[in-house]
């Protein structure tokens, strides 16, 4: 994960509550007293999503490809078509190693596995089905989207959505706070005020 | 001056306030969880001690074996490969143990870790081995005994429980003195 795409993310939640507290506090100046006590809270729930971000997709990555077939023509399968299939693997005894390009004696023999499958008429799909049986999921370069794979690719979008929601939350709270703040009032007002309360409240008694 | 009122937060936002932040801090202690279960796991090392995660081991002559059906032998399960050099240095050793004790009780299995069936062949047919090897489908046993390399061998008495790990390549000498007291 690249550190300045998160600070970035970062940046981008933050700018986003600041503009929407400002505005609000701009229409009411009594409103900026709370501003500081927003901003601690607005950054707080930043750094919140962006955490949630990161760690969605960093637990998603702790754990599609076209289909070809070749025809059985005696023809002999060349690197490159071995690569088609091998970009799409990881080499297994090594750490994130994709097989095309792993130097390794392992993934050497892996490669000409491929390359005989490939002259035998295997389909890609095949290939991989076969290597995952061998050597368990984790050699897909791609987790599948099926079975306990399938959290690889939902965790990440989830993980964004929560975070979206709680600020979607956030930002509707902060809005109905600055508008329950009412304009600054005189003393006559506050009179008037404290009449009609006492009034209400002795209604109620 | 702000409404006395509007200063006053309801206690239905605060209760909404607090299930958000409860809500927010479940779900980043969920996924530091995964993590924190991920790491440690990676950090165990091998299974040392306790009883011996069972398996069954498809061989490369169509044969199956389980470790369950083991029980009352002694079982030296051995990891391999066929690119793994240290591992040849020991190849010739484990066919000599395996030679001399198939007939008192011990079982000698290797489990064919990552490898490639042609490759793997050759390499029995190299060293003359001549105990049941198959291939690790699925990297299922090497996850369950977590072995960090090959070669790797663990002995496993009578009872199913593990008794030893050893790292790297082993002996006929060293698995004799390992075994000989478990079979008495």
Known sequence: MNPQLLITIYKVVAWIIEQVIQRRAESSPQAKAKIIQQRRTSAAWSLVGTLTFLIGTLAASMFMCVDFVFAQDGKPVTDDQVNVVAKQLFCPICENIPLDVCPTQACAQWRDTIREKLAQGWSEDKIKDYFVQQYGERVLAKPRTTGLSLYVWVIPPAAILITALFFAWYVRNARMKTAAVVPASTEDEDDDYSKQLEKELAKRR | ?184
């Open chain 2, 1 to 184: 001056m702000d409404s006395p009122i509007s200063n006053i937060p309801s206690p239905t936002t605060n209760i909404k306030r607090i299930l958000g932040w409860v809500a927010a801090a479940s779900i980043l202690v969920a996924l530091l969880g995964m993590i924190a279960v991920k790491l440690i796991q990676v950090q165990q090392g091998q299974v040392s001690s306790g009883s011996a995660p069972d398996f069954t081991l498809n061989t490369f002559d169509g044969k199956q074996i389980s470790l369950q059906s083991l029980r009352g032998k002694v079982v030296v399960l051995n990891f391999w490969a066929s690119w793994c050099k240290p591992c040849e240095d020991e190849a010739a050793d484990l066919e000599a143990f395996h030679k001399a004790y198939k007939d008192k009780g011990v079982v000698m299995l290797g489990a064919d870790y990552v490898d490639t069936e042609k490759e793997a062949l050759a390499y029995i047919k190299k060293f003359n081995i001549t105990y049941p090897m198959g291939p690790d489908l699925g990297t299922k046993m090497s996850q369950a005994y977590r072995i960090k390399g090959v070669p790797e061998t663990f002995v496993i008495d009578k009872q199913g429980q593990l008794i030893k790990v050893i790292v790297g390549p082993t002996t006929s000498k060293d698995l004799s003195q390992i075994v000989e007291p478990l079979l008495k």
